[in-house]
């Protein structure tokens, strides 16, 4: 009996091509993208699993609190935290302090390359966490000399020799000695690294003193002993920031599975994001399944005569239910082997939307083959069940009716409900993908407050300040460079909201932070940021010359914040003194995601990390050339790290350009298979009053009565669709553009775009169907009838 | 073989209640031939959906070889059905992704019958009708006289106590109409209870009993024998 159900199958799809390519493309294409959500999924959450100690790790929070309500909370932790936990926790296994230190030339002999994720950790490291030894001694930590290296930097300087034993200077500052050699970190790892320092270093080389308790530097990794109460050790240690001085200051835990998912204060954007792509996921298969269901039950009419036959030589309904599930069964596992196919094909295009680099066999595991039965199963379960079920109550007598007599209804069917749903979450998607579109537009043109344009950064990678001077002067004199600043960041890479600074008139309890960046006397010009108030930094070299006292620069929500009236001349210092010479016009130096806040700009006085400089238009990249040009013959044996400002800042929107470029495939392929259904059941609408559209026309009917009449009720459908559409979609974006501090208007516009693109679609899809059988002859169909 | 008494059957819509049969008593005989004739709407199909258990009817009694089946659920008059009833349509109702083997082979999977055996009946069905050069074409390369050839194959290949023939010769030429009727003929003579539905004088004319339809009611009832019609 399944044999000839099978064959049966088989029959059907090769008899109705068309609708079996519409079936087959439809869902084929829904199982895909869940396929597609599914590994998305499956990649975020392997997050860390390669420590075996992964359920024991945690992170200490430092949670902040100040006076104006502003909250920090952070990983980075004083230097005795560790010795604390250490003795006086029994819960607590191991202890280890984690910082990057940056990225630095590295070299060996004459070999010397800008290496980056180079890390300080105590020896505790790596029995925390578990790293696969490739040579050398795992411990070699607790040898001050010592560090450890990935394989990709032992390849890099050492080829196939081993590295052990073998010298590393790093940023020309300090030798150390290879003493382990481990694997590359597996892509999905939350501590990254290249090459381990021993932290005790930081004292040596930067004067970190390891018995303050009032500086935050380094993140505190606990590992708990097996079966510990998590809950109470992280109770009793949240005040021992407090006991120790800072009194604003409490500790909790943070499970290290967590870190990705989770922000510091608990809150869970990326867990949210994989929420919303799971229903994505869903609503794609769900659109698909619907499809199917529609298509399936729009063969009615013809099948209904076969069940009554069958039933008649003696089918129960089981046996009816059985036939059309093995035939439904037989088509959706076409579509899953034909889903396989097609995913595996978008991996490339997926894994440049998504900024994955997942590969198909790294995720074809038990997992991943149990997951995908899964999506088989749900897709069963959406897609056969009901269409079985409803063709198998169609009762025997139906065989003995003339084809065509099946009673039509004047209610919503069911299937009109389906595409309703349907079309009401392709209409929601399409806003979706217009409001994030205009929130990235937003984004980009959003005036920053200074010329972002034509500006350039270099690293200086702690190179010498003679070097740097000289560097500066040499640019200076290309006709192609406008303007050279010194600073020690770029207003790309957010701010260091500091507390503790004292200024002139302030009440005692007033404690606003205070985001610092080191700039020189030509920041100001370069950018083009404008001044609202007194002066710019003045010529002062800070290096040669004495002097007492800062000059310094605020912006305009510093002097809101701090309530500062006549701010200039007033004095202002943070451990250190000066004086307020200028207010500057705020401006952004941190993503858009926040507003601005208060930030004071100081004189230079250390080695400058970046230089930023400002091209003349035009011939942008010959420009370029010439700056590295410059760069190799002051620094020959330094590489060049360089890039664009407008680059930089459009990278601290990646994740909503990813989510625009997601939601816009997501909304293109929701409505192309709402589009395949649309088209089947216009197809089948148009079959079915074949006898009505010959009457209509043998009567006098135009071309146009005709095609008015069969899309009417689609166009009705789709209509509703659209306003149950708007609200959901309204809803959910205004949700997420609360996270933005700027963002875009959600305006009429852009809902009756989306209305109109889902109408114009859905018009040309039906009316493809519609005119074809407008046009045919009356004879013809009042024959075939 | 069939005993009605009192039968009615009413269709209510949501604005009409239409009587389709009204007080109907009938009786046939085990190896009788019986024509149901009358004009469109006058009830005959709705009395032979309820013969053939397809349908109950609204009051009345309905003695199926001995037993009530009058008020019979779905599965149970199918479970009674199987095997017992053999149906011939006017317009054949073969399944077209079917071939003509295994059309005919339908019902016998539904009785559950093994492949060996079935492949016995279905030859030696096909074999009687004259159509088993044709097992394996599909029911749209058959002429309409192959197709109600096949047609009754599947009817009679349970071996079935009573065969119901709705218009038997309705699509046919005079030819294969003729025919089929000396076929129905045949296996009345073998033995076969048949209750056919026509609207033909020559097909009724094989029949040994003709009644008329008029209004959901038996208005005559005529016995045949041989060409000679006695008015009951």
């Known amino acids: 009996m399944i044999l000839l159900n099978i064959k049966l199958a088989f029959r059907n799809l090769i008899k109705n091509k068309f609708f079996s390519i519409l079936n087959i493309l439809g869902l084929s294409s829904g199982i895909a993208v869940s396929v597609l959500v599914f590994m998305w999924v499956a990649d975020e959450l392997s997050f860390d699993k390669q420590h075996k100690n992964l359920d024991n790790i945690f992170f200490a929070i430092s949670n902040q609190t100040y006076d104006n309500g502003n909250e920090v909370h952070t990983k980075c932790t004083p230097f005795p935290l560790k010795d604390a936990l250490q003795k006086n926790y029994p819960e607590v296994e191991t202890v280890c302090r984690f910082t990057e230190w940056g990225n630095f030339p590295v070299g060996n002999g004459d070999k010397k390359f800008v290496t980056d994720m180079i890390v300080a950790a105590d020896p505790e490291f790596t029995d925390i966490f578990t790293l696969e030894l490739i040579e050398g001694d795992i411990n070699c930590l607790n040898n001050c000399e010592n560090i450890i290296i990935t394989k990709k930097v032992a390849n890099t300087f050492f080829g196939n020799k081993s590295a052990l034993g073998q010298p590393l200077l790093i940023n020309s500052i300090k030798e150390f000695t290879v003493g382990a050699v481990v694997a590359d970190n597996p892509k999905n790892t939350t501590l990254d690294f290249n090459i381990i320092m021993p932290i005790i270093q930081l004292t040596k080389l930067f004067g970190a003193d390891f018995s303050n308790w009032y500086g935050n530097w380094p993140s505190t990794i606990v590992q708990t002993k097996p079966n510990s109460n998590v809950t109470i050790l992280s109770q009793s240690i949240k005040n021992l920031n407090k006991e120790n001085g800072s009194e604003n200051i409490e500790l909790s835990l943070k499970p290290l599975k967590n870190d990705r998912l989770y922000t510091n204060n608990g809150i869970g954007y990326r867990l949210q994001y994989i929420y919303l792509f799971i229903g994505i996921g869903i609503i794609i298969l769900l659109i698909a399944c619907i499809n199917f269901v529609n298509i399936s039950t729009a063969k009615t009419q013809k099948r209904a005569v076969e069940v009554g036959i069958r039933k008649v030589n003696g089918a129960e309904k089981r046996n009816i239910v059985m036939q059309f599930l093995t035939e439904k069964v037989v088509i959706i596992f076409i579509c899953m082997c034909v889903s396989l196919i097609m995913a595996y094909s978008a991996i490339p295009l997926f894994n440049q939307i998504s900024g994955k680099s997942i590969t198909f066999t790294e995720v074809f595991d038990l997992k991943f083959s149990l997951g995908f039965l899964a999506i088989g199963i749900a897709t069963t379960i959406f897609a056969s069940v009901y269409p079985s079920l409803y063709m198998s109550s169609f009762s025997a007598m139906r065989a003995l009716k003339p084809l065509g007599s099946l009673t039509k209804s004047k209610k919503i069917s069911f299937r009109n409900i389906l595409v309703i749903i349907q079309f009401s979450l392709s209409v929601a998607l399409i806003i979706c993908t217009i409001v994030i579109n205009s929130q990235l537009k937003h984004l980009m043109n959003t005036n920053l407050g200074y010329d972002k344009e034509n500006l350039i950064y270099v690293e200086l990678n702690g190179a010498s300040t003679m070097k740097d001077e000289v560097l500066i002067q040499e640019l200076n004199k290309l006709p192609q460079i406008v303007n050279c600043t010194k600073a020690d960041k770029g207003p790309f890479l957010g701010g260091n909201n500091t507390g503790g600074f004292d200024w002139e008139g302030k009440d005692p309890k007033s404690s606003v932070l205070i985001s610092i960046t080191q700039v020189d006397n030509n920041y100001l010009q370069t950018l083009g940021i404008k001044l609202a108030e007194g002066n710019n930094f003045s010529n002062i070299d800070y290096f040669k010359d004495d002097v007492q006292e800062y000059e310094v620069i605020l912006n305009q929500e510093a002097i809101r914040q701090m309530q500062l009236k006549d701010p200039i001349g007033k004095s202002f210092g943070f451990g250190w003194k000066g004086r307020i010479i200028g207010i500057v016009e705020d401006y952004h130096f941190e993503s858009l995601h926040s507003k601005i806040e208060p930030l004071v700009l100081i004189p230079i006085t250390t080695n400058a990390p970046i230089l930023i400089v400002r091209l003349q238009k035009g011939n942008i990249h010959s420009t370029l050339e010439k700056v590295k040009e410059v760069w190799q013959n002051i620094n020959p044996q330094e590489p060049l790290t360089t890039g664009f400002f407008n680059d930089k800042l459009n990278s601290m929107y990646t994740s909503e350009k990813r989510i625009s470029n997601l939601f816009s495939s997501f909304s293109f392929i929701a409505i192309f298979i709402s589009c395949l259904g649309l088209l089947g059941l216009s197809a089948f609408a148009a079959e079915q009053r074949t006898k009505e559209i010959g009457i209509r026309k043998v009567n006098g009917a135009s071309v146009y009565n005709i095609l008015f009449m069969l899309n009417k009720s689609f166009i009705q459908l789709v209509f509703i669709s659209i306003i149950i559409g708007i609200p959901l979609a309204y809803l959910f974006m205004e949700k997420w553009l609360q996270k933005f501090a700027y963002k875009t208007e959600m305006s009429w516009l852009m809902f009756v775009a989306a209305a109109l693109t889902a109408l114009i679609i859905a018009v040309i899809t039906v009316s493809w169907q519609s005119v074809k059988s407008a046009m045919q002859n009356p004879v013809k169909s009042l024959k075939y009838e | ?232």
């Open chain 2, 1 to 232: 073989m069939i005993k009605i008494t009192n039968l009615n059957k009413v269709f209510k819509t949501e604005e009409i209640e239409t009587t389709a049969i009204n007080n109907v008593n009938l009786h046939v005989q085990k190896g009788e031939f019986v024509a149901i004739m009358g004009p469109s709407g006058c009830g005959k199909s709705s009395l032979l959906n309820i013969i053939g258990l397809l349908d109950n009817p609204t009051s009345g009694k309905y003695l199926f070889d001995s037993v009530d089946v009058s008020k019979r659920k779905e599965l149970q008059r199918t479970r009674l059905r199987k095997g017992q009833v053999g149906f011939v349509f006017q317009s054949f109702n073969l399944i077209d992704e079917l071939s003509v083997y295994e059309n005919v082979e339908l019902p016998l999977i539904y009785l559950r019958i093994g492949a060996s055996e079935r492949k016995e009946r279905i030859t030696k069905v096909l074999d009687r009708m004259k159509i088993s050069h044709r097992k394996n074409h599909f029911p749209q390369q058959l002429s309409g006289g192959q197709q109600q050839r096949v047609a009754i194959a599947r009817a009679l290949v349970v071996n079935p106590k009573l065969i119901l023939a709705d218009e038997p010769t309705g699509n046919l030429d005079s030819k294969n109409g003729q025919e089929v009727m000396k076929l129905l003929s045949e296996l009345n003579a073998d033995g076969a209870t048949i209750v056919m539905v026509t609207h033909s004088d020559i097909d009724a004319s094989y029949a040994h009993r003709v009644i008329n339809l008029f209004d959901g009611q038996i208005i005559t009832e005529k016995k045949q024998v041989g060409l000679v019609t006695e008015l009951v």
